[in-house]
């Protein structure tokens, strides 16, 4: 059974680059939408970025000067760069499988969630 | 402030219907995208309980079913049981600003 794990620094300093990994464990011809989401008490659950096999990768128009999203095919790897952090990137991040066509994208698999602080 | 908006609570008893609303635009769920909801209980990561405004994952009771209509659409539990209580999230697409996967801040359920 395909499960995920999110793996990285607890703590981020304000200005520096957060940066996260998630194995995924996937047929390498699916198009499934590996996606980063994060959930903050401020703003809820908020799509940040997806990465697919077939080389794909979309991330939020709100986040895209900052963001960069990653999936490495022959490590099976999800990767989340995300640049000059604030307190406001403090928040819970997720590692998802998103399946579907890409109006109609459901977040199926959830890993369990890193938390990322960011301050001094 | 989100572009899905989704009451802040509902409460019902065991036994009952209670029904979680979802209202958005004709950007998202008017342009005819399709509306995901999650569940999350406190501490874990959530859970997709319907997507394409209708369809349930396997395992998922048949307690909770999803429907659409316009600009809206709606959760509804049937036989509200205590394991239900908690957080509830609409989930869609939005073709603003070249597109994006939007979510409602989410509804927390209270089983009286």
């Known amino acids: 059974q395909v499960q995920l794990q999110e793996s990285g620094p607890g703590l981020v300093k304000p200005s520096e680059t957060l940066s996260l990994t998630c194995t995924v464990s996937?047929?390498?011809?699916?198009?499934?939408?590996w996606s980063w989401i994060r959930q903050s008490p401020g703003k809820g659950l908020e799509w940040i970025a997806y990465g697919q096999h077939n080389g794909n990768k979309y991330d939020s128009p709100s986040l895209r000067s900052r963001v960069t999203i990653s999936l490495d095919r022959t490590k099976n790897q999800l990767s989340l760069r995300l640049r000059s952090v604030t307190p406001a990137d403090t928040a819970v991040y997720f590692c998802v499988r998103g399946s579907g066509h890409y109006t109609r994208v459901g977040f199926d698999l959830w890993g369990p969630g890193i938390l990322v602080t960011v301050s001094s | 402030q989100s572009v899905l908006t989704q009451p802040p609570s509902v409460s019902g008893a065991p036994g009952q219907t209670i029904t979680i609303s979802c209202t958005g635009s004709s950007s998202n769920i008017g342009a005819d995208y399709g509306v995901q909801w999650y569940q999350q209980v406190p501490g874990s990561a959530p859970k997709l309980l319907i997507y394409s405004n209708i369809n349930r994952p396997s395992g998922v009771p048949d307690r909770f079913s999803g429907s659409k209509s316009g600009t809206s659409a709606s959760l509804a539990i049937t036989g509200l049981q205590a394991e239900d209580e908690a957080d509830y999230y609409c989930q869609s697409y939005d073709n603003r600003l070249s597109g994006s996967y939007v979510f409602g801040l989410g509804t927390k359920v209270t089983v009286l």
């Open positions: 996937d047929d390498p011809n699916s198009d499934h939408y």
